[in-house]
């Protein structure tokens, strides 16, 4: 079906160039009317509009077919999002200046005239504008791609989408965070995706009173993982203490699946976090129940 919408689109793109080089002759459409002159005029505009946005659209449909083709690719990656912004944006310069020849008006001449007008409007969208020239900038550096697990400044999910003026980020509740192309330039990024290591990490603060030891902690997590053993590289458990205050520890519990898998990394991350409240909850009964040192005689209340 769409191999016959592009062959019409062709036939239509070939109608439409034979009438703007005056090879197919329609006047007969207007030759009675007084207004022939401006039919003619705008015969010829609506032709060359047509066959600008015609032709853009069929180097962005060459252009796309050649790049999938080359490098197997089915869905959108970072190129062919770039390359739909490249589209839409070409798309509303034509658009504008069509519209404005139209109605005789010379598109030159008009910007000229309110370039003062436009730097104006330029200052006062100064953010909209950085905006897109990052997005374009994010699209084709390959830093960042669809579909890739990041965390951008406090934020953590998967990468759905870029566009021009923001990054679509889904985080594991599923929760869409519209993150500014701005803040992304200014803020600390991890690619989780680009690592050698598919490493999984969870990321968690525990009171030191809730803490036997390091490695029966490990242990009790490693146990409560113990149905998904087939799916998890067994020498991958690793319990890293990140940091260590005065009343809490920083830590990771981290794991390498064997495949890389969004939905059964949610999985266990929530069976991991559901193990680690319960260890706190079961430290903090115990914590409860030792008695509070006695004040000593001569000795006053701090």
Known sequence: MKYL???????VFAILVL????ELDVTWLYARSKYHTSFDYYKDTLASLAIFLMFLDFVQVIVTWFYRRRHNIRGDDNYIVGLGHIYSLLLAVGLIVGILSLFQIDSRQLFTSLSIIFAGLALLTKDYISNMINGMIITFSGQLSIGDNVRI???????TDITLQNIHLLND???MIFIPNNLLLTSEVVNYTRREVKRTSIEFDIDLRHLITVEDLEKSLVEVLSPFQDLIQPESYYLRVADVRKDFVSMKFQYILNE???DLERLIRRKAIRRLVEIIADREKIADQIPELPNLPGHADI
């Open 19 to 22: 009438i703007r080089l005056n």
């Open 173 to 175: 509740d599923d929760d």
């Open 153 to 159: 400044g406090g934020h953590r999910g998967k990468i």
């Open 5 to 11: 919408i592009l062959l019409f689109k062709l036939f």
């Open 260 to 262: 890389p898998n969004k």
